[in-house]
């Protein structure tokens, strides 16, 4: 996937897709380094001021921790 591609997936993403990847990702996943780092967690940081507390708690216990994706 080409970092133009990954973007692309970033933008259309939902907050729960982000999180999950962010969560369950491998060290070292290319989506969290340099600059697609920096605009994936922009964007993390954008869709999760949308939603309310009760939803991103909600969000957080829908993932889990034991969910691989």
Request: overall charge positive; aromatic content about 14%; glycine content about 6%.
């Amino acid at each position: 996937m080409t970092q133009k591609q990954m973007k692309a997936w970033i933008d259309k993403a939902t907050y729960e897709q982000l999180m999950a990847k962010w969560r369950f990702a491998p060290s070292g996943d290319l989506f969290f380094q340099g600059e697609l780092g920096e605009y994936y967690r922009a964007k993390l940081d954008e869709k999760r001021k949308l939603l309310s507390n009760i939803e991103l708690v909600k969000i957080s216990k829908q993932i889990g921790w034991n969910n691989v994706e």
